[in-house]
């Protein structure tokens, strides 16, 4: 049988939120997850939500996961898709499920004439980025990541100018 994907619902939100604790434990940083049950509900299900999720699943079997949500490239002048996480289930990976979940989001953006999809993957995760590659990903050397959160964060829109 066929690995089938579609939209996430809420019965789905306590294997999600497993999955996610486990690509944490995966990319070494289990204790940085703060997300509840609630706030993946509130996310995915609000009333007008700003995220959104895919399910891929075998034979009744959920086997992964996409979350995702929408970007802008101003050079474009379009938006894009925002690949927050992907994960299939160790046991289902190599078969499909993972490039199915992106071949969808692939989908999504020529539906809605959205202009790419992209994502981060840690350095490290070769298995992962030989996978990307595969599928015509290019990696964007060039770019260096920024972040500001926590105590930074705080500072930082609380600093006199």
Known sequence: MAVIIRSATQS?????LQFIHDLAVYEQAPAEVELTLEDLRDSLFSQNPQVFSLISELDNE???????????????????????????DPKYRGLGHGKALLQRLAQICIEKGYKRLQWWVLDWNESAIDFYKSIGAKPMDKWTVFRVSGSSLEKLATEVI
Do not use: C, Q, R
């Not at 996409?66 to 970007?71: C, D, K, M, P, R």
């Open 12 to 16: 789905d939100l306590p294997k999600i």
């Open 62 to 88: 959920i086997t992964g996961f996409a979350v995702w949500h929408l970007n802008y490239s101003t050079w474009l002048g379009k938006h894009g898709i925002y690949l927050e996480d992907l994960y299939v």
